[in-house]
């Protein structure tokens, strides 16, 4: 069974910097695109940045368009997200997901039933 594992939420400061791990596991990772989704209460998930299994493309929300960076090291299955610049609108659980299919852009992209448990990212002063 597939296994998504996240690591490194938190609390931080506006103007702050976290990053994100997702270790994977019980799948071939290298030929699986991922994915980072985030979700507030009461609101749908929304993926804010996704990268190509061969590391060859990524796309990313407006949202955080110039202050996350999606990464992976298929060497050890694992994903990552820098976000720098966070501000409290970016306050959420955060899931990395694997995605069933990969479109022309960030909003055709679609998940795998296989997501993490997720982790909170708080931005408070």
């Known amino acids: 069974q597939v296994h998504l594992m996240e690591s490194g939420g938190g609390l931080v400061q506006p103007g702050g910097s976290l990053r994100l791990s997702c270790a994977a596991s019980r799948f071939t990772f290298s030929n699986i695109a991922m994915g980072w989704y985030r979700q507030v209460p009461g609101k749908e998930p929304e993926l804010v940045a996704a990268?190509?299994?061969?590391?060859?493309?990524?796309n990313y929300a407006d949202s955080v368009e110039g202050r996350f960076t999606i990464s992976r090291d298929n060497a050890k299955n694992t994903v990552y997200l820098q976000m720098n610049n966070l501000e409290p609108e970016d306050t959420a659980v955060y899931y990395c997901v694997a995605l069933s299919f990969w479109g022309p852009n960030i909003d055709a992209h679609r998940p795998s039933p296989y997501w993490g448990q997720g982790t909170q990212v708080t931005v408070s002063s």
């Open positions: 990268i190509f299994h061969t590391q060859s493309d990524a």
